[in-house]
Structures are given as structure tokens and as C-alpha cells.
């Protein structure tokens, strides 16, 4: 018990504290189940919402860089060691559940044969629809637009469109010799 009221504490004052650092970008439900061990960044003008009641485990790691927007619905959970990269617009909506290790990144670094890898970015929008559940160490990238009412199996990897009601598999054949 005593546990508890020092973590609601400490998530109204963590918050608090965040509202204050960055006024107006920062619109977070006061009461969240947060876990100490989970990092909510924002850099530059990011901007980060978040419906009431949501849950986010250990080690978890989110992050808004430049004009980058991350709203996520009430009622969501995310479990230990998920990740958001969001440097364009990334929106979960309601009542979603993410399996451990869910990467999430709406940014692509640019290659060239001739340069390698660069530093630059390119973008695109990420939306997950309400009711979505995102299986362990899935990985969505940018571009993808998963519906309502979707499963999308552990491992996967999901750009592009997701018809609402879908369920995304993963068919990886093993073979035992």
C-alpha cells in the first residue's frame, strides 16, 4: 500500500514536473501508472499526449524529437522494454496492448551506395487503431496504418496498410534436420 501512494507520487510529480519543462507540449492524464524505469522524452518542440489510465512498464523508452507529435489513447499498455522513435506523427489509439520489445519508429535514416548511411531523416506517419493489440518484438515502421480491432502476431514487421479487424502473422517456416 505504502508502495503504491509513493509511485502515484512520484508519477503526479514526474508530470508535473514535465508539464512545467515543456509548456504546452507536454498534455499527460495526471494519473498514469508509470514505471520509474520508463523514459518519456521530448526534445525541441515534440509533442506528447496521453489519455488517462494508461500503463507503461519497465524500461520502456519514448521518445519525440523536433516537431514530432506522439498521442496515445486512454486505457493503453505498453509492456516492459517497448519503444517510440517519433520524429513526424505517431497516434495509438484506445484500449491497445503492446507485447514486450514493440519497436515503433516513423523515421528512417537516408543511404546512398556512394555515402553510406547518413544522419538525415526521412518520415512518414504512424496510426494505430483503438482496440489493437501488437504482439512481442513486433516492429512497426513509418508509413503504417494499422486499423481498429487488429492483431498483429509477435515478430512482425508492419509497414503500409492494415485493414481494421485484420490479424498479421508472421509465416516463418522452421525446419528441423
Known sequence: MIRTIILIIYNVCRI???????WGHFDVHWLQRVSPLCALKVFQRGVVRVGRNCEFAAYCDFEVHGK????????????????????????????CMFGPGVKIFDNNHQYSPEHGVSGALTTGTISIGDNS?????????????IGKNCVVGAGCIVRG????????????????R
Open 133 to 145: 493489440w501488437v504482439c512481442s518484438d513486433a516492429i512497426i515502421l513509418k508509413g503504417a496504418q
Open 161 to 176: 496498410n492494415v485493414p481494421d479487424g485484420s490479424v498479421v502473422v508472421n509465416k516463418q517456416k522452421v525446419e528441423i
Open 68 to 95: 514530432g507529435v506522439l498521442e496515445i489513447g486512454e486505457g493503453t499498455y505498453f509492456n516492459r522494454y517497448c519503444m517510440i522513435s517519433a520524429h513526424e506523427r505517431v497516434t495509438v489509439g484506445k484500449h
Open 16 to 22: 508535473a514536473l514535465n508539464r512545467l519543462a515543456h
